[in-house]
């Protein structure tokens, strides 16, 4: 499932190519503007504190309007860049609660964690080591907010509930996510922000929980799997097969030259 997961992600992403730039020149138009007031107010705490609130607000409601687009896309379905730009005001509400959300996160990280391991008593590190791990499995979780929230269409506070639910019933698939999504901001910085980045990001949290949930229909189908040990075992081959076939066998030569296939 793995595999086949990087492979249907990077076909959709090339696919669908123009439909990912255009939002990453608008979220990276405002990742730079928001930047230069945060460095221009860096001696003014509160100010800059506020911009940053801000940024997060806005890069969170661009990066959620793609949330749809990336689910057609996942669903083999086409798109066309003017969906993007239609999804946006919908996306206030919860962009705009995410934002201030991890917004928090970091405000509250930049702020405790040096000050408790600062302290170098054990009692102090312990509480900087415990608060650590609950940032990271805070982070962990929310990676599948937008998705979640793109697929099943829930309210900001189901979203947020069922991120910790996937988080820790797919512990293992949400760590290699993790590094998946690392690899792509790596090659976004390569790519000066163009691709992946925030559009491409979104379309892998999506295109990974909808190959995700296969599971959970399986189990429902099956409710004499209770136990743990009984849930373990997913037959993958079987869940994805419509989705291999859709997607066909895809040679290098497709991605170049597609219409010589």
Not at 70 to 86: E, L, M, R, S, T
Not at 181 to 201: E, F, Q, R, Y
Request: proline share 3%.
């Amino acid at each position: 499932m793995y595999l086949f997961f990087i492979k249907k992600n990077f076909c959709d992403g090339w696919d669908n190519m123009m439909a990912v730039i255009i939002p990453n020149l608008i979220v990276l138009a405002g990742i730079l503007g928001f930047t230069s007031l945060i460095y221009v107010s860096r001696n003014i705490v509160p100010l800059a504190v506020i911009f940053l609130f801000l940024a997060l607000i806005a890069i969170s409601i661009l990066t959620f309007a793609f949330g749809d687009s990336a689910a057609q896309i996942a669903n083999f379905g086409g798109v066309h860049v003017a969906d993007y730009f239609k999804a946006i005001p919908g996306c206030i509400k919860d962009g705009a609660l995410f934002g201030l959300l991890t917004g928090c996160i970091v405000v509250a990280t930049y702020v405790s964690i040096p000050f408790y391991f600062a302290q170098k008593s054990l009692i102090s590190i312990f509480i900087g080591a415990l608060f650590t791990w609950v940032v990271v499995i805070v982070l962990l979780a929310l990676q599948w907010f937008v998705a979640i929230r793109s697929l099943m269409h829930n309210d900001f506070k189901k979203c947020l509930k069922k991120c910790f639910i996937i988080f820790f019933d797919n512990t293992g698939f949400s760590l290699f996510m993790a590094l998946y999504t690392l690899v792509l901001l790596a090659l976004s910085i390569l790519m000066v922000g163009l691709l992946p980045s925030a559009a491409g990001i979104t379309l892998g949290q999506v295109n990974a929980l909808r190959l995700r949930l296969y599971k959970y229909d399986y189990l429902e189908k099956h409710p004499e799997l209770k136990t743990s040990k009984d849930r373990k075992y997913i037959p993958w081959t079987e869940l994805i097969q419509d989705d291999k076939e859709m997607l066909g066998p895809r040679s290098f030569k497709s991605f170049i030259f597609p219409w010589k296939e």
